[in-house]
Every structure is written in C-alpha cells, then in structure tokens.
C-alpha cells in the first residue's frame, strides 16, 4: 500500500511537472516565434518568390508560385523548428526555409510531371540528397521532365541549404540521418503513379524492401512516414546545437521516423481526403477501409508521437510542435464540415489539451494568411 501511494504521488509530481515544463516550452515557442521566426521566415520568402517569378519556363514557374503560396503553412511550420534549437539561429531558420521551398516545389513538379513515369520523379528528388550533402556532385534533376528551364532555381535551393548546413555545428552527427531520411522520401515519386493500382503495388513493393520485418506498421504508413520531411527539419534543429552526439541524433531520427512523420501525414491526408477523393490523388487513410478504424489509428499515431518526444533531448518543445501540427491540420475548413465533424473531435482529444487550446490560434493564422483548406 505504502509503496503504491508512493507511486501515485510520483506519478502526478511527473505529470505536474511535465506540464509546466511543456507551459514553458509553449511560452518560449510562441515568443520566439512571433517575435522573430515568423518575420525571418517572410524575409526568407521574399527572397525565394524573387527568384521564383524570373524562372523563365511559365509552367516551372506557376509550380514554383504554388509552393510558396498554397503551401506557405508548410514553410511556417517548418520554422517552428527554430524554437526547439537553444538559441536563435540564423542558420538554421535559412535551412529549414530552404529545404521547405525546394521540397513542396519538388512535389509539386514531381505531381505535374506523373505521366512521364516514376523515374521522372525519382530524378527530380534526388535534389533532396543533394542539399543536405556538400561532397556529392549535383544531379541533372530535368534530365526526364517535360519542363526544364527553371532559371537555376533548384540549384538555388540547394546551395542554400548546403552553406547553412554547414554552418550548423553539429551537423556532421545529424548528416549520416538527414540523408537517409531524404533518401527514403524518394518514395514521393511513387504516390504520384497515376494508376491507383499500379500505385500501391509500388508502394506496397518498396515498403516490403526497406521494412521487411518491422509488422508494427502496415505498408502504407511505412510509405506515408517515409514520404514526410520533418525528420530532416527535426535533425536540422538538433545541429543547431553544439556538443549534440550521435546518439542525440538518432534519438531524434527514431522518434520523428516514424511516429512524429507518419502523425503528419495522416493527418494532412484527413483534411484533404475530399479533395484528393474530387481529383483521384493518392489518399493514405482510404486505405484502412472502414472510417471508425481510421480514426481510431490516426488517434493511436498521434498519441505514440507525442509520447515519442518524451525520449528526446528538450522533449517538452518537441511536444509543443507536434501538437501544433496536430492542431494546424485540424483547423482545415475540410474537417468541419458536418461529415466529418464527430471524427475531428475524436483527433482533437486524442491529441491532448495543448492541441485544443492551440486551435483557435491556429484558425486565426489560417484566416489571416488565406490558408482556410477545403
């Protein structure tokens, strides 16, 4: 009895103080965020949409535009990352803003460019690896693309990253991680396939070769985990460091890949399944089936997620951001609608208190950027 009571009080002494260490970790990231992130960010952006309005071919250039414009919400969130560092880093802010732009334009591309065949895509994200390694020879990433005039614009964003990763100190332990995070978000060259079945077979295939004894996931959220970048901006933020080890980094790696990536994606897949259902995009949660049991999973990915950031160094701002995420996707106007409605609360309580009171936040953000996803 005594050492039971004894366990009570140490449990709630752990959660009280989790809690206010996660209340901290939201101050911080709310001030850094608002009082430098968000405005370093625009800055960053501008710089990009210059370049991006003087890419000479109009079809690479309205795909450069839809990436920092209907995408912009990727790239605020990528420098959410910023608030997990120690201090502000200039650096690192340009890294994330960096490879955020040149992988929303990569799948943008990449999406316009399906019919040509897989390998179209898989040669256009080869950009990926090339950013975050300075020793490997740039590729000819328009080698197979229909459009191939881009005004060196690619080849901007991953020289750009390169000089700030480098400026990063400690990331020569993240790089080995960062890179084989890039490597299997190849696999975005394959949702693109515009045969469904042909599609999952790929997909299917590709899961069975990089995962073929890991059953705690099935086989398209090995693809769907694989298939986010977040494990590289997280990685990113960790070199921002000094002194980080190799075991910090992939302590980190483990917990983004899968659990914090395969959150994001199935989320992201939630909000926009109408709209991917209206123009035959590849939707990862039509495959469970049955809407109870999406719901449920997606409830389960998200909790193993957060639990994920307790393991990793500052776990308190880790949790922070993904439960900004969390409630980022669930603010999309596409998971209010009457449908779907019962099904968002679900996720909401799934996905803790700091994710509900980030909502309203959140919706303000949307409406004032013009982000309100149907």
Not at 153 to 173: H, I, N, T, W
Request: hydrophobic share 45%.
């Amino acid at each position: 009895m005594l050492a039971r009571r004894w366990s009570s009080r140490h449990s709630y002494a752990y959660r009280g103080a989790s809690q206010i260490q996660t209340a901290r970790a939201l101050v911080h990231a709310l001030w850094r965020e608002l009082t430098w992130g968000l405005g370093g960010a625009a800055r960053e952006v501008k710089h990009w949409r210059a370049l991006a309005d003087a890419i000479p071919d109009p079809t690479l250039r309205d795909d450069a535009h839809d990436a920092l414009d209907h995408k912009r919400g990727n790239i605020d969130g990528a420098v959410l990352f910023t608030t997990i560092a120690r201090r502000r880093s200039p650096e690192l802010l340009r890294a994330l803003v960096a490879f955020e732009v040149l992988a929303d334009y990569l799948d943008c591309t990449s999406e316009r460019g399906a019919f040509v065949g897989v390998h179209n895509g898989r040669q256009l994200h080869l950009a990926l690896i090339d950013a975050l390694d300075p020793e490997r020879p740039v590729s000819d990433y328009y080698s197979f693309h229909p459009w191939r005039c881009d005004g060196g614009f690619v080849a901007a964003l991953v020289q750009a990253c390169r000089e700030a990763c480098a400026d990063l100190p400690s990331y020569e332990v993240a790089r080995p991680h960062c890179i084989h995070a890039a490597t299997l978000a190849q696999v975005l060259a394959l949702n693109h396939e515009e045969d469904p079945g042909r599609r999952d077979q790929l997909l299917l295939s590709w899961a069975a070769v990089h995962f073929p004894t890991d059953t705690q996931l099935a086989w398209f959220e090995h693809t769907g985990a694989a298939s986010a970048w977040l494990t590289v901006l997280a990685l990113f933020a960790l070199a921002a460091d000094e002194g980080r080890s190799v075991a910090d980094a992939r302590a980190t790696s483990n917990a983004y890949l899968p659990w914090i990536s395969l959150a994001g994606t199935l989320l992201d897949s939630y909000g926009d399944q109408q709209a991917d259902a209206a123009d035959g995009t590849h939707r990862y949660v039509a495959h469970y089936g049955d809407a109870d049991v999406m719901t449920r999973r997606i409830g389960e990915v998200v909790g193993r997620a957060l639990g994920a950031t307790s393991l990793l160094p500052r776990g308190a701002r880790h949790r922070v951001l993904v439960s900004a995420m969390a409630a980022m996707y669930l603010t999309k106007d596409s998971v209010w609608t009457p449908r779907y409605r019962a099904r968002t609360y679900a996720l909401i309580r799934a996905s803790g208190l700091l994710t509900a009171l980030l909502l309203p936040t959140l919706r303000v953000w949307r409406v004032v950027n013009k982000q309100q996803t149907t």
